[in-house]
Protein backbone atom coordinates (compact mmCIF):
# COMPACT_ATOMS: atom_id res chain seq x y z
CA UNK A 1 0.00 0.00 0.00
CA UNK A 2 0.92 3.61 -0.76
CA UNK A 3 3.12 5.21 2.18
CA UNK A 4 2.49 9.42 2.71
CA UNK A 5 4.65 11.20 0.88
CA UNK A 6 5.26 14.85 -0.39
CA UNK A 7 7.29 15.45 -3.50
CA UNK A 8 8.17 19.07 -4.71
CA UNK A 9 8.24 19.35 -8.38
CA UNK A 10 8.75 23.16 -8.57
CA UNK A 11 9.42 26.25 -6.89
CA UNK A 12 8.63 29.76 -8.18
CA UNK A 13 9.91 32.70 -5.65
CA UNK A 14 8.18 30.94 -2.09
CA UNK A 15 5.56 29.12 -4.12
CA UNK A 16 5.35 25.47 -4.77
CA UNK A 17 4.14 22.60 -6.55
CA UNK A 18 3.70 19.39 -5.78
CA UNK A 19 2.13 15.93 -5.14
CA UNK A 20 0.68 14.27 -2.61
CA UNK A 21 0.67 10.57 -2.10
CA UNK A 22 -1.77 8.73 0.03
CA UNK A 23 -3.16 5.19 -0.06
CA UNK A 24 -6.59 6.41 -1.76
CA UNK A 25 -4.55 8.18 -4.41
CA UNK A 26 -2.72 11.82 -5.25
CA UNK A 27 -3.26 15.18 -4.56
CA UNK A 28 -1.73 18.03 -6.60
CA UNK A 29 -0.85 20.92 -5.10
CA UNK A 30 -1.81 23.88 -4.52
CA UNK A 31 -4.68 21.72 -3.77
CA UNK A 32 -8.71 23.18 -2.61
CA UNK A 33 -10.70 20.96 -0.64
CA UNK A 34 -14.01 21.12 -0.79
CA UNK A 35 -15.63 20.64 2.36
CA UNK A 36 -17.71 17.66 2.99
CA UNK A 37 -19.15 18.78 6.45
CA UNK A 38 -21.21 15.45 7.04
CA UNK A 39 -20.15 13.44 4.49
CA UNK A 40 -21.79 15.09 1.39
CA UNK A 41 -20.84 18.23 -0.74
CA UNK A 42 -24.00 19.86 -0.42
CA UNK A 43 -25.80 19.83 -3.49
CA UNK A 44 -23.19 17.79 -5.41
CA UNK A 45 -22.77 14.23 -6.10
CA UNK A 46 -19.53 12.44 -5.60
CA UNK A 47 -18.89 12.16 -8.95
CA UNK A 48 -19.54 15.83 -9.32
CA UNK A 49 -17.08 17.01 -7.19
CA UNK A 50 -14.03 14.79 -8.57
CA UNK A 51 -15.72 15.93 -12.25
CA UNK A 52 -15.03 19.73 -10.99
CA UNK A 53 -11.56 18.42 -10.75
CA UNK A 54 -11.21 18.02 -6.42
CA UNK A 55 -8.30 15.09 -5.56
CA UNK A 56 -9.15 15.03 -1.89
CA UNK A 57 -12.77 16.93 0.07
CA UNK A 58 -12.81 17.78 3.83
CA UNK A 59 -14.93 15.67 6.51
CA UNK A 60 -15.72 17.34 10.03
CA UNK A 61 -14.94 15.28 12.59
CA UNK A 62 -17.46 17.19 15.37
CA UNK A 63 -20.57 16.85 13.09
CA UNK A 64 -20.01 13.65 11.85
CA UNK A 65 -19.21 12.59 16.02
CA UNK A 66 -22.92 13.75 16.16
CA UNK A 67 -24.67 12.45 13.59
CA UNK A 68 -24.18 9.22 12.62
CA UNK A 69 -21.39 8.88 14.94
CA UNK A 70 -17.88 7.60 14.44
CA UNK A 71 -18.32 3.68 15.75
CA UNK A 72 -21.79 3.90 13.49
CA UNK A 73 -19.49 5.09 10.45
CA UNK A 74 -16.55 2.52 11.00
CA UNK A 75 -19.70 -0.32 11.14
CA UNK A 76 -20.68 1.01 8.01
CA UNK A 77 -17.45 0.89 6.24
CA UNK A 78 -16.17 4.34 6.93
CA UNK A 79 -16.93 7.67 5.19
CA UNK A 80 -15.46 6.72 1.90
CA UNK A 81 -17.65 3.77 1.29
CA UNK A 82 -20.64 5.03 2.74
CA UNK A 83 -20.32 8.39 0.92
CA UNK A 84 -18.81 6.91 -2.25
CA UNK A 85 -15.80 8.53 -2.54
CA UNK A 86 -12.82 6.57 -2.89
CA UNK A 87 -10.24 9.43 -3.30
CA UNK A 88 -8.61 11.04 -0.29
CA UNK A 89 -10.29 12.42 2.81
CA UNK A 90 -9.20 15.25 5.34
CA UNK A 91 -10.76 15.24 8.49
CA UNK A 92 -10.39 18.40 10.74
CA UNK A 93 -10.11 17.47 14.74
CA UNK A 94 -13.68 18.93 16.00
CA UNK A 95 -12.07 22.07 17.59
CA UNK A 96 -13.11 24.81 16.01
CA UNK A 97 -16.71 23.61 15.74
CA UNK A 98 -16.64 23.10 19.16
CA UNK A 99 -15.01 26.36 20.26
CA UNK A 100 -18.19 27.84 17.86
CA UNK A 101 -21.15 25.64 17.65
CA UNK A 102 -21.55 23.59 21.09
CA UNK A 103 -23.32 24.79 23.91
CA UNK A 104 -22.39 24.69 27.55
CA UNK A 105 -18.36 24.14 26.84
CA UNK A 106 -16.03 23.22 29.30
CA UNK A 107 -12.47 23.71 28.67
CA UNK A 108 -9.28 22.19 30.48
CA UNK A 109 -6.17 20.31 30.42
CA UNK A 110 -7.97 17.12 29.38
CA UNK A 111 -10.20 18.34 26.64
CA UNK A 112 -13.40 19.96 26.11
CA UNK A 113 -16.90 18.80 27.54
CA UNK A 114 -19.85 20.45 25.82
CA UNK A 115 -23.65 20.05 25.06
CA UNK A 116 -24.59 19.45 21.11
CA UNK A 117 -26.12 22.10 19.26
CA UNK A 118 -28.09 19.08 17.67
CA UNK A 119 -29.99 17.60 20.78
CA UNK A 120 -28.28 18.75 23.73
CA UNK A 121 -26.04 15.28 24.36
CA UNK A 122 -23.12 15.92 26.57
CA UNK A 123 -19.86 14.93 25.03
CA UNK A 124 -16.20 15.29 25.69
CA UNK A 125 -13.80 15.64 23.02
CA UNK A 126 -10.11 14.79 23.65
CA UNK A 127 -6.94 14.78 21.35
CA UNK A 128 -7.39 10.79 22.22
CA UNK A 129 -10.89 10.77 21.46
CA UNK A 130 -10.24 13.17 18.26
CA UNK A 131 -7.99 10.84 17.07
CA UNK A 132 -9.97 8.02 17.50
CA UNK A 133 -12.99 9.25 16.22
CA UNK A 134 -10.43 9.67 12.69
CA UNK A 135 -9.58 6.71 12.31
CA UNK A 136 -13.32 4.98 12.89
CA UNK A 137 -14.15 7.92 10.23
CA UNK A 138 -11.24 6.16 8.29
CA UNK A 139 -9.97 9.33 6.54
CA UNK A 140 -6.47 9.80 5.11
CA UNK A 141 -5.24 12.76 6.77
CA UNK A 142 -5.94 13.62 10.78
CA UNK A 143 -5.96 16.83 12.41
CA UNK A 144 -4.02 17.25 15.24
CA UNK A 145 -6.71 18.69 18.76
CA UNK A 146 -6.39 22.03 19.64
CA UNK A 147 -7.98 25.04 20.01
CA UNK A 148 -8.36 27.35 17.72
CA UNK A 149 -7.74 30.99 19.30
CA UNK A 150 -10.56 33.15 19.51
CA UNK A 151 -9.38 36.61 17.64
CA UNK A 152 -8.90 39.46 18.61
CA UNK A 153 -6.65 37.77 21.74
CA UNK A 154 -4.48 39.50 23.77
CA UNK A 155 -0.87 38.49 23.51
CA UNK A 156 -0.85 36.65 27.22
CA UNK A 157 -3.96 34.71 26.37
CA UNK A 158 -2.61 33.66 23.02
CA UNK A 159 0.67 32.14 24.54
CA UNK A 160 -1.53 30.71 27.20
CA UNK A 161 -3.92 29.12 24.20
CA UNK A 162 -1.11 27.78 22.02
CA UNK A 163 0.71 26.24 24.93
CA UNK A 164 -2.50 24.32 25.51
CA UNK A 165 -2.80 22.86 21.65
CA UNK A 166 1.42 22.31 21.36
CA UNK A 167 0.73 19.77 24.25
CA UNK A 168 -2.31 18.35 23.12
CA UNK A 169 -0.71 18.32 19.48
CA UNK A 170 2.01 15.91 21.37
CA UNK A 171 -0.54 13.61 23.17
CA UNK A 172 -2.56 13.63 19.14
CA UNK A 173 0.69 12.13 17.89
CA UNK A 174 0.83 9.56 20.61
CA UNK A 175 -2.42 8.68 20.26
CA UNK A 176 -2.33 8.75 16.29
CA UNK A 177 -3.26 5.26 14.69
CA UNK A 178 -0.21 5.12 11.93
CA UNK A 179 -1.82 2.88 8.81
CA UNK A 180 -0.13 2.72 5.51
CA UNK A 181 -0.70 6.26 3.95
CA UNK A 182 -2.67 8.04 6.92
CA UNK A 183 -0.83 11.15 8.09
CA UNK A 184 -1.36 13.22 11.27
CA UNK A 185 -0.90 16.75 10.02
CA UNK A 186 -0.09 19.28 13.44
CA UNK A 187 -1.57 23.20 13.50
CA UNK A 188 0.33 26.14 14.30
CA UNK A 189 -1.00 28.82 16.31
CA UNK A 190 -0.42 32.05 18.02
CA UNK A 191 -2.56 34.24 16.84
CA UNK A 192 -0.75 37.42 15.03
CA UNK A 193 2.10 37.26 17.26
CA UNK A 194 5.64 36.81 15.49
CA UNK A 195 7.34 35.14 18.59
CA UNK A 196 4.20 32.89 19.40
CA UNK A 197 3.80 31.69 15.63
CA UNK A 198 7.81 31.11 15.87
CA UNK A 199 7.55 28.98 18.67
CA UNK A 200 4.81 27.13 17.82
CA UNK A 201 6.38 25.96 14.78
CA UNK A 202 9.24 24.77 16.35
CA UNK A 203 7.29 22.97 18.97
CA UNK A 204 5.17 21.02 16.62
CA UNK A 205 8.11 20.24 14.39
CA UNK A 206 10.20 18.44 17.36
CA UNK A 207 7.27 16.38 18.15
CA UNK A 208 7.24 15.55 13.91
CA UNK A 209 4.46 15.58 11.91
CA UNK A 210 4.43 14.65 8.00
CA UNK A 211 2.49 17.90 7.51
CA UNK A 212 1.64 20.94 9.14
CA UNK A 213 -1.06 23.59 8.87
CA UNK A 214 -1.45 27.10 9.85
CA UNK A 215 -4.41 27.61 11.94
CA UNK A 216 -6.11 30.61 13.70
CA UNK A 217 -6.72 32.43 10.86
CA UNK A 218 -9.93 33.86 8.67
CA UNK A 219 -11.49 34.40 12.05
CA UNK A 220 -12.28 38.05 11.77
CA UNK A 221 -8.18 39.51 11.29
CA UNK A 222 -8.88 40.56 7.78
CA UNK A 223 -6.14 39.59 4.19
CA UNK A 224 -3.43 42.03 5.19
CA UNK A 225 -3.25 40.39 8.85
CA UNK A 226 -3.76 37.03 7.26
CA UNK A 227 -1.06 37.51 4.94
CA UNK A 228 1.35 39.28 7.27
CA UNK A 229 1.20 36.03 9.51
CA UNK A 230 1.95 33.83 6.65
CA UNK A 231 5.01 35.94 6.08
CA UNK A 232 6.32 35.59 9.37
CA UNK A 233 4.67 32.26 9.65
CA UNK A 234 5.36 30.06 6.96
CA UNK A 235 9.53 30.73 6.99
CA UNK A 236 9.32 28.23 10.11
CA UNK A 237 7.83 25.37 8.25
CA UNK A 238 9.87 22.30 6.85
CA UNK A 239 9.54 22.80 2.67
CA UNK A 240 9.77 18.59 1.99
CA UNK A 241 6.44 19.25 4.23
CA UNK A 242 3.02 20.03 3.07
CA UNK A 243 1.58 23.34 4.28
CA UNK A 244 -2.30 23.79 4.83
CA UNK A 245 -3.65 27.20 5.51
CA UNK A 246 -7.30 26.02 7.43
CA UNK A 247 -10.38 27.39 6.21
CA UNK A 248 -9.33 29.72 3.63
CA UNK A 249 -10.79 31.32 1.77
CA UNK A 250 -12.05 33.54 -1.30
CA UNK A 251 -10.20 33.12 -4.68
CA UNK A 252 -8.02 36.23 -3.94
CA UNK A 253 -6.94 35.15 -0.84
CA UNK A 254 -6.22 31.50 -2.11
CA UNK A 255 -3.94 33.56 -4.82
CA UNK A 256 -2.21 35.32 -1.88
CA UNK A 257 -1.12 32.18 0.11
CA UNK A 258 -0.18 30.40 -2.39
CA UNK A 259 2.21 33.47 -3.37
CA UNK A 260 3.61 32.46 0.12
CA UNK A 261 4.18 29.28 0.02
CA UNK A 262 0.94 27.54 1.50
CA UNK A 263 -0.12 24.39 -0.48
CA UNK A 264 -3.74 23.56 0.31
CA UNK A 265 -6.57 25.48 1.17
CA UNK A 266 -10.38 24.17 2.40
CA UNK A 267 -13.39 26.82 2.87
CA UNK A 268 -17.45 26.85 2.87
CA UNK A 269 -17.30 29.69 0.90
CA UNK A 270 -18.12 28.37 -2.58
CA UNK A 271 -20.70 25.89 -1.80
CA UNK A 272 -22.24 28.25 0.97
CA UNK A 273 -22.30 30.97 -1.99
CA UNK A 274 -23.41 28.99 -4.33
CA UNK A 275 -26.98 27.77 -2.14
CA UNK A 276 -27.32 31.59 -1.36
CA UNK A 277 -26.98 32.50 -5.28
CA UNK A 278 -23.44 34.01 -5.33
CA UNK A 279 -20.95 32.85 -8.23
CA UNK A 280 -17.21 33.32 -8.21
CA UNK A 281 -16.10 34.07 -12.08
CA UNK A 282 -12.79 35.56 -12.71
CA UNK A 283 -13.92 38.94 -12.45
CA UNK A 284 -15.11 38.51 -9.09
CA UNK A 285 -18.55 37.77 -7.14
CA UNK A 286 -21.70 38.05 -9.29
CA UNK A 287 -24.96 38.10 -7.27
CA UNK A 288 -27.59 35.87 -9.31
CA UNK A 289 -30.16 37.68 -7.24
CA UNK A 290 -29.74 40.58 -8.92
CA UNK A 291 -32.19 41.82 -11.41
CA UNK A 292 -30.22 42.68 -14.10
CA UNK A 293 -29.73 39.14 -14.96
CA UNK A 294 -33.35 38.64 -15.46
CA UNK A 295 -32.95 38.56 -19.25
CA UNK A 296 -29.21 37.82 -20.06
CA UNK A 297 -28.85 35.44 -21.93
CA UNK A 298 -25.14 35.32 -21.77
CA UNK A 299 -23.36 32.26 -20.05
CA UNK A 300 -22.13 33.36 -16.14
CA UNK A 301 -18.68 32.64 -18.06
CA UNK A 302 -18.46 32.55 -21.49
CA UNK A 303 -14.68 30.17 -20.95
CA UNK A 304 -15.82 28.00 -17.76
CA UNK A 305 -16.49 24.21 -18.57
CA UNK A 306 -18.97 23.58 -15.94
CA UNK A 307 -22.46 22.28 -16.86
CA UNK A 308 -23.85 25.99 -15.68
CA UNK A 309 -21.88 27.65 -17.89
CA UNK A 310 -21.79 25.59 -21.05
CA UNK A 311 -25.92 24.74 -20.75
CA UNK A 312 -27.75 27.70 -19.58
CA UNK A 313 -28.00 31.25 -19.15
CA UNK A 314 -27.44 33.92 -16.21
CA UNK A 315 -31.30 34.74 -16.99
CA UNK A 316 -32.04 30.71 -16.62
CA UNK A 317 -29.82 31.03 -13.10
CA UNK A 318 -31.31 34.05 -11.75
CA UNK A 319 -34.88 32.69 -12.08
CA UNK A 320 -34.03 29.75 -10.13
CA UNK A 321 -32.74 31.60 -7.62
CA UNK A 322 -35.45 33.88 -7.76
CA UNK A 323 -37.95 30.92 -7.70
CA UNK A 324 -35.33 29.09 -4.34
CA UNK A 325 -35.21 26.23 -6.70
CA UNK A 326 -33.10 23.02 -5.64
CA UNK A 327 -31.43 23.13 -9.18
CA UNK A 328 -30.37 26.99 -8.67
CA UNK A 329 -27.93 25.62 -5.32
CA UNK A 330 -26.50 22.69 -7.30
CA UNK A 331 -25.55 24.36 -10.76
CA UNK A 332 -24.06 28.09 -9.21
CA UNK A 333 -22.45 25.42 -6.47
CA UNK A 334 -20.81 23.09 -9.47
CA UNK A 335 -19.80 26.32 -10.70
CA UNK A 336 -18.30 27.77 -7.80
CA UNK A 337 -16.24 24.49 -7.28
CA UNK A 338 -14.78 24.55 -10.83
CA UNK A 339 -14.20 27.63 -10.33
CA UNK A 340 -11.52 27.07 -7.39
CA UNK A 341 -10.22 23.92 -9.13
CA UNK A 342 -9.60 25.59 -12.54
CA UNK A 343 -8.22 28.30 -10.50
CA UNK A 344 -5.76 25.88 -8.07
CA UNK A 345 -4.46 24.35 -11.47
CA UNK A 346 -4.06 27.91 -13.04
CA UNK A 347 -1.48 28.00 -10.67
CA UNK A 348 -0.04 24.88 -10.22
CA UNK A 349 0.98 25.65 -14.18
CA UNK A 350 2.27 28.86 -13.72
CA UNK A 351 4.50 27.48 -11.24
CA UNK A 352 5.64 25.03 -13.34
CA UNK A 353 6.47 27.73 -15.98
CA UNK A 354 8.16 29.95 -13.55
CA UNK A 355 5.88 33.03 -14.43
CA UNK A 356 3.29 33.11 -11.39
CA UNK A 357 4.14 36.79 -10.39
CA UNK A 358 2.77 37.84 -13.97
CA UNK A 359 0.24 35.25 -13.92
CA UNK A 360 -1.19 35.92 -10.02
CA UNK A 361 -1.01 39.93 -10.89
CA UNK A 362 -3.76 39.23 -13.67
CA UNK A 363 -5.38 37.04 -11.93
CA UNK A 364 -6.07 39.64 -9.09
CA UNK A 365 -6.64 42.47 -11.17
CA UNK A 366 -8.98 40.81 -13.44
CA UNK A 367 -10.79 39.61 -10.10
CA UNK A 368 -10.82 43.32 -8.73
CA UNK A 369 -11.92 44.85 -12.19
CA UNK A 370 -15.95 43.36 -11.60
CA UNK A 371 -19.12 41.60 -13.63
CA UNK A 372 -18.97 43.40 -16.68
CA UNK A 373 -22.39 45.17 -17.22
CA UNK A 374 -23.65 43.75 -21.40
CA UNK A 375 -23.15 46.04 -23.89
Known amino acids: MTNFTFTLHATDGTARTGTIATARGEIRTPAFMPVGTAGTVKAMLPESVRETGADIILGNTYHLMLRPGAERLAKLGGLHKLMNWPRPILTDSGGFQVMSLAQLRKLDEQGVSFQSHIDGTTHKLTPERSMEIQALIGSDIHMAFDECTPFPASESEAETSMELSMRWARRSKAAFREAPGRALFGIVQGSVYPKLRERSAHALKEIG??????????????????????DFTVP??????????????KPDDIVGAVLRGIDMFDCVLPTRSGRNGQAFTKRGPVNLKNARHAEDSRPLEADCRCPACRQYSRAYLHHLVKSDEI????????????????LTASLREAITQKRLAEHAASLLASYASGDIEPQ
Open 209 to 230: FPGYAVGGLAVGEGQHRMFEVL
Open 236 to 249: HLPTDRPRYLMGVG
Open 327 to 342: LASMLITWHNLTHYQD
